[in-house]
């Protein structure tokens, strides 16, 4: 079974912070993206990676970056958290490079609140 | 711009009603659609997917959907709802030249015992 792992559950950080999200996948998957979940909203895509050190910005970038040093892990860094980036992180992997037809496999989520 | 709307927020269904829940989707080119679906405290898993041929698709635990191009529409259909059903649903789709799904809004289904 292929398994997507996030560092931490929950997260409580105070406004200004750096935090980084930490997510490893088991697969060998090429592709690993970053999403935010928020009530009403559904999942948005914040920044996605294809390939080793090679990163592309999703749909909402803004305040965020990402890391991708090794094929299993992609890490989701916040510089400097706002209270406006509290929400529920997913990270996901799927096979193929650029394979649209590939199913995303998710992790359990790191819920995130920024006092 | 590409975009997912599902149509229902906010579900609620005795056990053994049918269930539709509606997704719509602006796509130029070919699209290629997928429903997922997250149980109370689980990971989002994949119900089932649409890429081309029967626009007709069965998934997972009796679910299926249904492609008509012409609507731009890719509803869920489950005839008989158990209460293991209650989850939040999410239409996503994705365009040929890339891999990024894009998501609905997302559909919470309660269904009473």
């Known amino acids: 079974d292929v398994k997507v792992t996030q560092s931490s559950r929950y997260l409580v950080k105070r406004t200004g912070e750096k935090v980084f999200l930490e997510c490893v996948q088991d697969m060998d998957h090429e592709n690993m993206f970053w999403y935010r979940q928020d009530p009403g909203l559904g999942l948005r895509l914040i920044y996605f990676s294809y390939d080793v050190k090679m990163k592309e910005k999703g749909d909402i970038p803004e305040g965020y970056s990402v890391s991708r040093e090794k094929k299993e892990r992609f890490s989701l860094i916040l510089e400097s958290a706002s209270t406006n980036q509290t929400s529920m992180y997913l990270c996901?992997?799927?096979?193929?490079?650029?394979?649209?037809?590939?199913?995303?496999?998710f992790g359990p989520g790191t819920r995130l609140t920024v006092l | 711009a590409q975009s997912v709307s599902q149509h229902n927020h906010h579900v609620i269904l005795s056990e053994a009603a049918s269930l539709e829940l509606g997704c719509n989707y602006s796509?130029?080119?070919?699209?290629?659609l997928f429903w997922y679906v997250q149980y109370p405290g689980q990971h989002l898993q994949l119900l089932l997917k649409?890429?081309?041929?029967?626009?007709l698709v069965k998934g997972i635990k009796g679910f299926e959907a249904e492609f008509i191009k012409s609507k731009f529409s890719f509803n869920l259909r489950k005839p008989s709802v158990q209460w293991s059903d209650t989850a939040e649903y999410f239409c996503a789709a994705a365009s040929s030249n890339t891999g990024k799904l894009i998501f609905g809004q997302g559909t919470t289904l309660q269904v009473k015992p």
């Open positions: 649409y890429f081309s041929g029967d626009p």
């Open positions: 996901a992997s799927s096979f193929g490079s650029r394979a649209p037809r590939d199913e995303q496999f």
């Open positions: 796509y130029g080119g070919t699209v290629n």
